[in-house]
């Protein structure tokens, strides 16, 4: 279920740019306008997800929004002179994003108009039940939550892998392109989009392998992978709501791959909750969060 890519593949959709930025101000509940700091070229009927400024961030308790684009409007904030992009949305916010001087929620954009996506009845995981898990009351008599490790391991949404193991010389060009329902829990190699064991492209193609101004969004399993290729530049894209590490360099052995400007929210852990980033066999291959690196040669 999913695309798998021995020659060259070309997929482009339209540049929106930048692909996320940060609110200028403080988004409450209630309003219909958010404030961002960079002109955007963003569109009416496009998705944004506007990113928690809370300290929890679980599937159970969460303050994420996803927003329909109504409009898009430069504006000047608070008579300053200072001009911002003033964006509408389809609903009044149901949050407080905090936009202050020390921090400021993210606001990343999820739709292209180039999408590759998996089925909506195949493709989502059934087994979502319970959201949590919560361990015994402390001293204070709080409840803490956390991922439930036999849950949400069902998905098996689309994939692209570029596939060099055969031996193959393959190129994987990808530009303005949305993945969503996408990645396989658990199966190795099948994430959204996966360039697989083509060494060192540095030596005959560089600037041919490269993943930029994307989006994945709704991913079973990952989001980019890189594993043994040396010399892919992924930069200014964007993941939201995925499971297990997102930008992921698999073996750690990968060099000279340019990770720059991207953004990722809402990633959930894969594993049980003492220790999520070892599977039940002891292996550390199955980890989460944003991004797994380790010593490197790469420009992150």
Same mark, same amino acid.
């Given at each position: 279920?999913?695309?798998?890519?021995?020659?060259?593949?070309?997929?482009?959709?339209?540049?929106?740019s930048p692909?996320?930025?940060?609110?200028?101000?403080?988004?409450n509940?209630?309003?219909?306008?958010?404030?961002?700091?960079?002109?955007?070229?963003?569109?009416?009927?496009?998705?944004?997800?506007?990113?928690?400024?809370?300290?929890?961030?679980?599937?159970?308790?969460?303050?994420?929004?996803?927003?329909?684009?109504?409009?898009?409007?430069?504006?000047?904030?608070?008579?300053?002179?200072?001009?911002?992009?003033?964006?509408?949305?389809?609903?009044?916010?149901s949050?407080?994003?905090?936009g202050?001087?020390?921090?400021?929620?993210?606001?990343?954009?999820?739709?292209?108009n180039?999408?590759?996506?998996?089925?909506?009845?195949?493709?989502?995981?059934?087994?979502?039940?319970?959201?949590?898990?919560? #361990?015994?009351?402390?001293? !204070? +008599?709080?409840? %803490?939550?956390?991922?439930? &490790?036999? =849950?949400?391991? $069902?998905?098996?949404?689309?994939h692209?892998?570029?596939?060099?193991?055969?031996g193959?010389?393959?190129?994987?060009?990808?530009?303005?392109?949305?993945?969503?329902?996408?990645?396989?829990?658990?199966?190795?190699?099948?994430?959204?989009l996966?360039?697989?064991?083509?060494?060192?492209?540095?030596?005959?193609?560089?600037?041919?392998h490269?993943?930029?101004?994307?989006?994945?969004?709704?991913?079973?399993?990952?989001?980019?992978a890189?594993?043994?290729?040396?010399?892919?530049k992924l930069?200014?894209n964007?993941?939201?709501?995925?499971?297990?590490?997102?930008y992921f360099?698999?073996?750690?052995?990968?060099?000279?791959?340019?990770?720059?400007?991207n953004?990722?929210?809402?990633?959930h852990a894969?594993?049980?909750?003492? #220790?999520?980033?070892?599977? !039940? +066999?002891?292996? %550390?291959?199955?980890?989460? &969060?944003l =991004?797994?690196? $380790?010593?490197?040669?790469?420009?992150?």
């Amino acid at each position: 279920k999913g695309i798998s890519v021995t020659g060259t593949i070309d997929l482009h959709g339209a540049k929106y740019s930048p692909t996320w930025t940060r609110l200028a101000m403080t988004a409450n509940i209630g309003d219909r306008y958010i404030y961002i700091q960079d002109k955007v070229n963003w569109q009416a009927g496009q998705r944004i997800v506007i990113t928690t400024t809370e300290l929890k961030d679980s599937r159970d308790w969460h303050r994420n929004e996803e927003r329909t684009i109504v409009n898009v409007l430069l504006t000047s904030l608070g008579g300053s002179g200072t001009m911002v992009t003033a964006i509408q949305v389809d609903t009044p916010l149901s949050y407080k994003h905090f936009g202050g001087r020390e921090y400021q929620a993210e606001v990343a954009l999820l739709s292209r108009n180039v999408v590759v996506q998996g089925d909506a009845a195949t493709s989502v995981p059934v087994d979502i039940l319970p959201f949590a898990c919560n #361990n015994t009351r402390n001293s !204070a +008599n709080e409840v %803490s939550t956390f991922p439930c &490790e036999k =849950s949400y391991l $069902t998905g098996f949404g689309a994939h692209i892998i570029v596939d060099g193991s055969s031996g193959a010389r393959p190129t994987g060009r990808f530009s303005g392109i949305e993945l969503f329902r996408v990645g396989q829990t658990n199966v190795l190699g099948r994430y959204p989009l996966h360039f697989h064991m083509i060494g060192d492209v540095t030596q005959y193609n560089y600037q041919n392998h490269y993943v930029q101004d994307s989006s994945v969004h709704d991913s079973y399993f990952r989001c980019y992978a890189i594993h043994g290729t040396h010399g892919v530049k992924l930069t200014e894209n964007t993941a939201h709501n995925a499971i297990g590490h997102c930008y992921f360099l698999e073996d750690g052995v990968e060099e000279n791959n340019t990770i720059s400007y991207n953004q990722a929210s809402f990633i959930h852990a894969l594993g049980p909750y003492q #220790n999520p980033s070892i599977a !039940a +066999n002891g292996d %550390s291959w199955w980890g989460q &969060e944003l =991004s797994w690196y $380790t010593a490197t040669n790469d420009l992150i």
